[in-house]
């Protein structure tokens, strides 16, 4: 009977300690093993390598330069990756994977509002933290997520200072900003609904006139219905959104068709390299951006803003121009890093509550969360394509640049 409640009590002890570790987080000797299922394939292919690259970057500046110090002992950090193929219901998987199989206890977000509408489900079930850097989708943070974590400004900012603009320029012209007519075209997708619906909150506080207001084709290869209205009714502002592939068709095809626009907003010119393959095609273009590297956010691990451009061009020298979405995947990194360090401990729950009481300056901006997980300390900013360069142009006092009006 002794025995038998020995042997019990020791197969206790052993399970309790077993859960114990698992519970603690997934570290590899002095590596703390970070993981992400983002898109290397499929239509978010383009700017989930960015990420990557983003996530890359500062993991290798972080341990260059000691690593994350917790207690008396340095740790260096690691990204195990999966390709979720840009297909939400494979994010979801993977993450289970990384969770359950791979006995990861960090995630970095994948790319995209909708891989990560269905990421953030599955890390609030079992309360793993994710800092994430590519879903702005507003809808993400009214959840009641309290393990999903942004570094960037939401969807519904994103192209609100190019409406704001053309109220100002009919201002200073004598008109009214009800005289304004703008055409809009989005994807189909949470993020770009959400960036439309942010731009319809302005057009109305405006008074502004919505002459269009199409849905992308699912392909995101042909505009031309939206264009040939254009055309048509002389929109003086038209507002696209659909990601990388939808800005390189709207470039593409509004000249293609000639169609002249005064103001032509955009969302990821940079992603979509629309002056590497468009060239002066691409001149007068607004884009909307969450980081330039003419602001002036810097910190001890990058530097400046322009010091973290110059970094990134030279360790990726195929790129003329950084994309946001590889500077705020950095930031991502150096959120985990400043959390792992406050909290003195890789106990998910303890970094889950540092993370969530972050202060950060970073080259990328200010990070400091609400208690619904977005980012609250950061704005967004408006590039205008001059002569091949993204200048800044709005807001005005972060502006680098004059605008050009008309295109």
């Known amino acids: 009977m002794l025995k038998s409640l020995k042997h019990v009590l020791l197969s206790c002890t052993i399970a309790l300690f077993a859960l114990s570790i698992g519970a603690q987080a997934k570290v590899e000797g002095d590596t703390i093993v970070l993981g992400s299922a983002i898109s290397f394939t499929g239509k978010y292919a383009t700017n989930g390598i960015h990420a990557k690259n983003g996530y890359d970057l500062a993991v290798k500046m972080i341990n260059d330069a000691g690593g994350v110090k917790i207690g008396d002992k340095n740790y260096k950090l690691k990204v195990v990756y999966y390709d979720d193929e840009s297909t939400p219901a494979r994010t979801a998987q993977l993450l289970e994977r990384l969770i359950n199989q791979d006995e990861i206890k960090y995630i970095l977000g994948p790319y995209s509002s909708a891989t990560t509408k269905a990421a953030a489900p599955v890390t609030e079930q079992y309360k793993i933290p994710m800092v994430e850097a590519e879903g702005a989708s507003r809808s993400l943070f009214t959840q009641g997520y309290k393990y999903l974590f942004a570094v960037l400004s939401t969807s519904e900012q994103y192209l609100a200072s190019a409406v704001n603009l053309a109220a100002e320029i009919a201002e200073k012209n004598g008109k009214s900003p009800g005289d304004v007519k703008v055409a809009l075209a989005f994807e189909n997708d949470p993020f770009s609904l959400d960036v439309r619906a ?89 884009c909307a951006t969450q980081w330039a590297e003419t602001l002036t956010y810097k910190d001890e691990l990058f530097g400046t803003a322009a010091e973290f451009d110059t970094l990134f061009k030279e360790t990726y020298p195929d790129y003329g121009t950084v994309p946001y979405q590889s500077a705020q995947a950095s930031a991502a990194v150096m959120v985990w890093k400043d959390a792992f360090e406050r909290a003195g401990t890789v106990d998910p729950e303890a970094v889950r509550d540092a993370i969530s009481g972050t202060d950060l300056a970073t080259f990328y901006g200010q990070i400091k969360f609400s208690d619904a997980g977005n980012n609250i300390a950061k704005p967004m900013v408006l590039r205008q394509i001059q002569d091949g360069k993204f200048n800044v142009v709005a807001p005005l006092e972060w502006a680098s640049h004059d605008l050009v009006h008309p295109r």
């Open 198 to 286: 942010g731009v319809l909150e302005d057009i109305e506080r405006h008074g502004m006139k919505v002459v269009i207001d199409d849905k992308l084709p699912a392909d995101l290869s042909d505009m031309t219905a939206t264009l040939t209205k254009a055309k048509a009714l002389k929109p003086d502002l038209l507002i696209v959104s659909g990601h990388s592939k939808g800005a390189a068709t709207a470039v593409r095809q509004v000249n293609e068709l000639k169609v002249d626009i005064p103001m032509f907003a955009l969302t990821h010119c940079e992603a979509a390299d629309v002056v590497g393959k468009f060239g002066d095609g691409a001149n007068g273009i607004l």
